[in-house]
């Protein structure tokens, strides 16, 4: 099948508080690479993706043949052109009782029909039977010394909470850059482009994002996937050369998730996924890093699902100590951020899923060690 896709990045490293404009550009090469390399990454996934949704069509083929195959995508395309035998609702005051039961009567018709092709509507599910829907929620922190990790506010360290400035020197908002970038795809079934909302905003340290897929049409097996990443930044000066450590402090505005599903004929589909990650990336001292914050799949409920993974309001720290020395008095780009990834996998089922993930990084705390 055709597809489409999207993709866009936006940054702004402003030059050094001293004037000085070619650690600027440095710092934005820095992120155009890794925005590049991230395309990479996504050809493959998509590859990945659409090697999928080709190997489901193909068992459902072979389950149900091509006669039978031939005559249920006719009428479920006639069904839904129909809106179910209901045509327009608009002036209807009581649509939504009447879209309810035409759709649990089409349910029928279509496992009478397939019934009738001598196919076993229970097999159709049983296609599915390897996932699972499973549920892990962050933030946690189970990563050694010299990566990034997560950091419960009540496992840091008192001087970083009493934000004591010996030996620390502690940055607060406003930060001095931002960026954010993204790059989706899908098939080109009936999934709808991604609507989005960047958070990235250096003068509150907000980051994070917004997206919404939806699919009220969906037919044999469609899919999309997206990823967005959001930071900020800020320019630091080492006062002697060593191991770079930083705690920055970070409260939730927003970590939930909304995903509404209809079983259009029975035996219908799907797999959503949502995963955020904490990213860091510096211009020296470090390559990028990222460690998980939250986690969210769902497969095959007909239904409502929505809630916040983490609580609004909660507090944490991001844990860094760089693996290379930072140089004495030499500038240093410092960005942390989100890295968030939003796909679905959709079989014959209406739906609309959306990912919030917002967060305010309120101070950075850092110190140079031997």
């Known amino acids: ?83 179910y035998g209901l045509g327009s609702l608009a002036d209807v005051t009581d649509a939504p009782a009447q879209l309810g039961a035409a759709r649990t009567r089409t349910s029928q018709m279509a496992a009478d029909l397939i019934a009738g092709e001598g196919v076993d509507p229970s097999a159709l599910r049983r296609l599915r039977q390897n996932l699972r829907r499973t549920r892990a929620v962050g933030p946690i922190s189970s990563r050694p010394r010299g990566q990034l990790e997560f950091v419960a506010d009540s496992d840091a360290p008192a001087e970083i909470r009493e934000r004591r400035t010996n030996p620390w020197s502690i940055r607060d908002v406003p930060y001095d850059g931002w960026d954010w970038w993204y790059s989706w795809w899908l098939e080109d079934g009936a999934v709808q482009d991604p609507t989005l909302t960047y958070y990235s905003n250096p003068a509150t340290g907000s980051v994070g994002h917004r997206s919404v897929w939806e699919d009220y049409d969906a037919g044999n097996w469609d899919g999309c996937n997206l990823e967005l990443w959001s930071s900020v930044g800020f320019w630091l000066k080492p006062e002697k050369t060593g191991h770079l450590e930083m705690w920055v402090k970070t409260r939730c505005i927003r970590a939930r998730y909304w995903v509404w599903a209809a079983d259009e004929w029975g035996w219908s589909g799907y797999h959503d996924q949502m995963t955020s990650n904490w990213t860091v990336s510096l211009t020296a001292g470090a390559t990028g890093d990222e460690t998980s914050s939250w986690n969210m799949d769902f497969y095959d409920d007909d239904t409502t699902w929505s809630g916040d993974i983490v609580p609004p309001n909660t507090t944490g720290w991001l844990h860094l100590i760089t693996s290379g020395t930072v140089t004495k008095d030499n500038w240093i780009y410092v960005k942390f951020g989100t890295h968030d990834i939003h796909g679905i996998a959709i079989d014959d089922t209406s739906m609309e899923s959306r990912m919030r993930n917002h967060w305010h990084l309120e101070e950075a705390q850092y110190r140079t060690t031997s």
């Open 1 to 83: 099948m055709p597809n489409r896709s999207g993709t866009d990045f936006r940054c702004h490293v402003p030059p050094t508080p001293d004037g000085g404009t070619e650690e600027a550009l440095t710092a934005t090469l820095h992120a155009t690479r890794a925005y590049r390399e991230s395309l990479g990454r996504a050809l493959r996934r998509n590859a990945r993706m659409e090697a999928f949704l080709e190997s489901q069509r193909a068992k459902k083929a072979d389950l149900i043949g091509k006669r039978a195959a031939k005559r249920f995508r006719e009428f479920s395309r006639s069904q839904r052109a129909s809106n």
